[in-house]
């Protein structure tokens, strides 16, 4: 699987932004997926993930309310949308595939990824 993001950007504070993420290759729809982020300096965190027939989702704390993840599996397309974005929200943001097929859970673990984005860049202004 390999996985393309695009969609970042710079927005003020309060604004919105659409990420997507196109997958290539035929396992994508059954794989778990999700979104992390990474700010400068800091680690890269989960931040929403949804299981591969898009029954469940789940968010970090941070984020729940404003961001809403969703997949088109017939399109094979990973989002996200971002809703009164915040300076605290601005990082690189990957999205990623599980490494394996109809994993029982969704994984918030970086190492049960083994396809990544390159990465698009969310900058708000305060």
């Known amino acids: 699987v390999q996985l393309q993001a695009s969609g970042g950007g710079l927005v003020q504070a309060g604004g919105s932004l659409r990420l997507s993420c196109a997958a290539s290759g035929d396992t994508f729809s059954t794989r778990h997926a999700a979104w992390f982020r990474q700010a400068a300096g800091k680690e890269r965190e989960f931040v929403a993930g949804i299981n591969w027939g898009s029954t469940n989702t789940y968010y970090i704390e941070a984020v729940k309310g404003r961001f809403t993840i969703s997949r088109d599996n017939a399109k094979n397309t990973l989002y996200l949308e971002m809703n009164s974005l915040k300076p605290m929200d601005t990082a690189v943001y990957y999205c990623?595939?599980?490494?394996?097929?109809?994993?029982?859970?969704?994984?918030?673990?970086?190492?049960?990824?083994?396809?990544w984005g390159q990465g698009t860049q969310v900058t708000v202004s305060s």
């Open positions: 990623a595939a599980d490494a394996r097929n109809y994993r029982g859970y969704v994984s918030h673990q970086i190492t049960s990824y083994d396809y």
